[in-house]
């Protein structure tokens, strides 16, 4: 299972909680996507980051100088992202193009890689080639830190030793904070 770097035991009341899955968290599809705004930096010319939403592994996202990524997503709207899951390219076939080291920043704006290596990430996430299967679960992110969420930076820092990184899809959990109901919120004191 993927680790997340910086937490505690699950024991621990200093350790993050992750919400209940109460079916209310869909899929943010590419539909909520501002498409125009999002980039990835250092991608393969024939193997764009688009390619990771149309649901073909096969097709995937490549990094083209290097092992690093930096694939930056935009939302239409505000949303609560409750966890993400990474697909890997062509069903596995090259293990080592899979991305082991992923640090995410949450609502920034034009980030280079050198602001990736620079700034303190939202979160660390640390994959196996397990995490990358297809009937894997979703890596859950830091509830707290996922909450007004208008675009996700995604840097994919290092990979299981080939020269280049694959991804054969990314999907995204959460759901819209428009399609929140405030008359839900309970008054507190």
């Known amino acids: 299972m993927a680790a997340l770097a910086g937490l505690q035991s699950p024991g621990d009341p200093s350790t993050p909680s992750t919400p209940a899955d109460d079916g209310s968290m869909v899929e943010l599809t590419s539909s909520h996507l501002d498409k125009s705004e999002c980039y ?6 024939n193997f764009k980051h688009t390619n990771l939403f149309i649901g073909d592994s096969t097709l995937g996202l490549k990094s083209d100088a290097d092992e690093q990524l930096l694939i930056h997503i935009v939302f239409q709207d505000t949303v609560k992202v409750h966890s993400i899951k990474l697909g ?12 082991t080291r992923i640090l995410l920043f949450v ?9 990736a290596e620079a700034v303190e990430p939202t979160q660390v996430i640390e994959l196996t080639a397990a995490d990358l299967k297809e009937d894997a679960e979703p890596v859950k992110l830091i509830f707290v830190k996922f909450q007004r ?23 995204i959990f959460g759901r819209t904070l428009a399609n929140l109901n405030m008359k839900e919120f309970k008054r507190q004191g």
């Open 40 to 45: 990835c930096k250092n991608e393969s010319p």
């Open 88 to 99: 890997e390219y062509n069903r596995g076939v090259d293990p080592e193009l899979n991305p």
């Open 107 to 115: 609502n920034r704006e034009s980030m280079g890689f050198e602001d």
């Open 149 to 171: 969420v208008r675009n996700i930076t995604m840097f994919v820092e290092d990979n299981a030793g080939g020269e280049i990184t694959a991804l054969g899809s990314l999907k």
